[in-house]
């Protein structure tokens, strides 16, 4: 057995492979320039164009872009309506923006716990914590496993809630059932479509694309571009909005990346596929549920440990990892355990069990469809090089 980087062995690779990355082409690059040359660094043409590309990928009929996908979850707790006095539930197994964007509105964020199969909603849990202040429920598609939103429906049809979905790590990903009132997407870098900052809401309402475009724009009624169209300069600012909106340089990249989203996909299968073949049946490696065919669009890989067959913690097998030249990640501490939400909202410890108990064992190995299958193979051999060092048997 070779010895471990961390205790002064040969690295699996010298120079860190990251968890994620993005692939900038020259073709890419091309199209901001083009852009830049244009007459629209903003609210111009490339906005409407990457709204209309969206619309596939997005499923649902309208898209509204935005300048992140905080800005997103932020415009779609906004117009389903949010405010002081009312409670949004989300997963706690999630970046801090989901349940940020109901406390944006003056709402409260409250927490429930996830699946153990899936790391996915329980919504036992959420059906558990609705009461007569609830408004919205916010499922999140946690690796870009697609939450299954039939029961969700039910729960949110039986109580008047509006469904905000986090497909933040899902663009792309596909199954039957019911569908949310608004899905929230992120352009950032790390996630698919690198587009530096980006977000978009997809929804099949047209009316609440309007209320999304105009959240983005200060809550004024025309844009800018449709003004000078009609040779008017009269506007109303009808409500309290943001400027959120995405220049047109950034949607140009967004334009140019989407285009390769579906060989995205494919190679992140790939990726998935080799990872799954490599760690199957290794008592101490616990891979990450499927879902049906195309519901997964793998932006991350979360392996989880069985932490009773190993000497250590995560923790320490992340430490190792990260010295062989594997950019591990974890993701995530669970929100309600944030000191900003225990402060604010009272959360703790015991709040959600499951989470709690799976955050110890949660390891994001490199997933970004620009890995080589080298870059893949030192992945491998690098987990089942740790893993054996630390066996217990
Ligand atoms: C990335 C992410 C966000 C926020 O997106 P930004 O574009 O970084 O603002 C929200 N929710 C989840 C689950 C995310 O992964």
Redesign the pocket.
């Known amino acids: 057995m070779s010895r471990l980087a961390i205790d002064g062995g040969e690295p699996v690779r010298p120079a860190l492979l990251p968890y994620g990355r993005q692939a900038v082409l020259d073709e890419d690059i091309a199209e901001v320039v083009k852009c830049l040359r244009s007459d629209w660094l903003t609210t111009g043409p490339a906005v409407d164009a990457l709204e209309s590309a969206l619309v596939p990928a997005c499923g649902a009929k309208h898209v509204a872009v935005v300048s992140?996908?905080?800005?997103?979850?932020h415009a779609a707790a906004h117009v389903a309506g949010l405010q002081p006095g009312d409670e949004a539930i989300t997963p706690t197994l999630?970046?801090a923006?989901?349940a940020n964007c109901a406390a944006f509105c003056g709402a409260t964020p409250v927490f429930c716990d996830v699946r153990p199969d899936t790391l996915l909603m329980d919504v036992e849990s959420a059906r558990e914590r609705v009461n007569d202040h609830t408004r919205a429920i916010l499922p999140?598609d946690?690796a870009g496993l697609l939450c299954d939103l039939t029961p969700v429906r039910e729960l949110a049809d039986a109580h008047g809630l509006t469904v905000i979905e986090?497909a933040?790590?899902a663009i792309g990903a596909r199954q039957e059932g019911a569908a949310a009132d608004m899905r929230?997407f992120?352009?950032?870098p790390?996630?698919h479509i690198a587009m530096g900052?980006?977000?978009a809401v997809a929804t099949n309402v047209p009316d609440v694309a309007t209320a999304l475009r105009r959240f983005r724009n200060h809550g004024i009624t025309s844009d800018h571009r449709s003004r000078g169209e009609r040779g008017a300069h009269f506007y109303e600012m009808v409500e309290l909005g943001f400027n959120y909106r995405a220049p047109d340089i950034l949607c140009a990249l967004a334009l140019s990346q989407l285009k390769r989203l579906d060989a995205n996909l494919q190679r992140r299968r790939e990726i998935a596929d080799a990872y799954a073949k490599a760690f199957e049946g290794h008592p101490a490696l616990q891979p990450p549920a499927y879902g049906a065919p195309g519901a997964h669009a793998w932006?991350l890989y979360v392996l989880r440990l069985n932490l009773e067959r190993l000497t250590v913690d995560r923790d320490a097998v992340f430490r190792a990892l990260r010295a062989e030249g594997i950019g591990v990640n974890v993701h995530y501490v669970p929100v309600h355990l944030h000191p900003f939400y225990r402060q604010c909202f009272g959360t703790g410890p015991g709040d959600c069990p499951v989470a709690e108990r799976e955050y110890y064992r949660l390891l994001s190995l490199p997933m970004f469809h620009a890995m080589t299958d080298a870059d893949v193979r030192d992945a491998c051999d690098a987990v089942l090089k740790v893993v054996e060092a630390y066996a217990a048997d």
Do not use: I, N, P, Q
Request: proline fraction near 0%.
């Open positions: 992140s996908g905080t800005a997103a979850l999630t970046f923006a989901t999140v946690y986090d933040c790590h929230c992120s352009f950032h790390v996630k900052e980006g977000g932006h």
